[in-house]
Every structure is written in structure tokens, then in C-alpha cells.
């Protein structure tokens, strides 16, 4: 029974690209969530997505960030125009049901912006 | 103030101590606590779990609230090389889904 899956594991982009960050739940998992860590700091929440809903972007900078969780696929993270201040680890949890249920995190998605 | 305050650390100890991991927070609305390790390139693992105030144990590990005092702590005892993580302190409301995480403590344990 696969964990959650998140590619690339690194990714660099210059300045003004724009970054893909997959995420493909567990198994019978229909919730995901992104977090964003950086260095020495704990994880942030982004967003928490069903299948064709976000259920709460508030952790989500207002621009250039967007999220989706389509019915068949993965769940994407998408960052337009990337800044130096977007690098950091991006990591996706998934969890069988809503409420307080345990999130399985994936291994991260390690984005580098030149 | 940050809503989860964690000393980050780094905390070394030699094989076989007692280590003391502790968390403070603000937010009286938390009702959930947990506590996840996370090694170095890895995504973060669910140890522990509690729910409102008391104690919980788990093998070598104890995870203890004090919602009085918001306070939380994680207690290894005979600690291993193996335990050597980020151990990372999150809470969340009675929602439950979004989670608020610790800036995470660094521990080495020393054969």
C-alpha cells in the first residue's frame, strides 16, 4: 500500500518560471492538504482540498499560488513567477476523512529558485 | 507571538537518557496534540496524539498536556541513535483539520 507520492523530490526553477508540485494521496484517501516548511521554521499550512473543492485556503498567499485536487489525478500546487522567497520545502498530507483524522505526509517536493 | 512556541534546539544527549521535548502555545480554542518526528529529508510521522489535557504513553514514549498552563511535553526515555529527528509539537482546534506546527527541536542522540 503506496504512501502519499509528491514529485519531483527537487526542483529548481529561475526566477519567473513557474512550479508544478504533484501530489498523489494514499490509497482511499480523498483530503489533502499542502504545507509549506522553511528552514528552522515549523510547517505551514496552505490549503486543504477535496476532490474538485478547496475546503480552506487561507494559508495560501493571495497571488501567484493556486491549488487543485481534480477528480481523476493528482493534487497540483502551482507557483507562477517564482520569487527567491518561494524556496522551501512543499510538503502534501492526505487523510481518509474530514475532521481531525490522521495526515500522512509525503516526502516533500524541495523547490530551488535561482 | 507566534501561536506554538518550540525551542528548536539542537539537543544532544548520550544513549540512554530521559529527553524532555515541550511545546507552549496561545491558543486556548486547541483541543488536539500531537507530536511528529520528522527525519532529515523525510516527511514528518504521527508519534503521538491527545486530546484535551492529561497523558499518554506509547513504548518509550510519553506525551503529556497541561491546557492550564498550555503546555505541552514529549518524554523518551532510553533514548536510541534512532531517535535522532526534528521532533516537531502541533495542535489544532476542534475543526480539526488545520493543524498549527512547532518550529520543531533538533535532538541527537550520542551512542
Known amino acids: 500500500n503506496a504512501g502519499v507520492m509528491q514529485n519531483p523530490r527537487h526542483l529548481v526553477r529561475r526566477r519567473g518560471q513557474e512550479a508544478r508540485l504533484r501530489c498523489s494521496p494514499m490509497k482511499g484517501h480523498s483530503h489533502v492538504y499542502w504545507y509549506r516548511q522553511l528552514p528552522e521554521e515549523g510547517l505551514k499550512f496552505m490549503v486543504y482540498?477535496?476532490?474538485?473543492?478547496?475546503?480552506?485556503e487561507s494559508g495560501m498567499p493571495k497571488e501567484r499560488f493556486s491549488a487543485e485536487f481534480p477528480k481523476e489525478g493528482p493534487s497540483i500546487l502551482r507557483i507562477q513567477q517564482v520569487v527567491r522567497g518561494d524556496s522551501a520545502a512543499y510538503f502534501c498530507a492526505s487523510s481518509r476523512k474530514q475532521g481531525l483524522d490522521e495526515q500522512f505526509f509525503g516526502p516533500g517536493t524541495r523547490l530551488t529558485v535561482l | 507571538q507566534k501561536e506554538v512556541e518550540q525551542d528548536p534546539g539542537p539537543l544532544s544527549v548520550p544513549e540512554g537518557a530521559i529527553v524532555s521535548l515541550n511545546c507552549t502555545y496561545s491558543?486556548?480554542?486547541?483541543?488536539?496534540f500531537m507530536w511528529y518526528r520528522q527525519y532529515s529529508r523525510k516527511g514528518p510521522e504521527l508519534l503521538m496524539y491527545t486530546y484535551s489535557s492529561g497523558n499518554k504513553e506509547d513504548g518509550r514514549f510519553t506525551a503529556q498536556v497541561d491546557k492550564s498552563s498550555k503546555y505541552i511535553s514529549l518524554f523518551i526515555r532510553d533514548s536510541q541513535p534512532s531517535d535522532s529527528a526534528t521532533y516537531l509539537c502541533?495542535?489544532?482546534?476542534?475543526?480539526?483539520?488545520?493543524?498549527?506546527f512547532g518550529a520543531g527541536t533538533r535532538l541527537f542522540v550520542k551512542a
Open positions: 502541533a495542535m489544532s482546534d476542534t475543526g480539526g483539520f488545520k493543524t498549527i
Open positions: 491558543n486556548s480554542a486547541f483541543q488536539y
Open positions: 482540498l477535496q476532490k474538485e473543492n478547496i475546503i480552506d
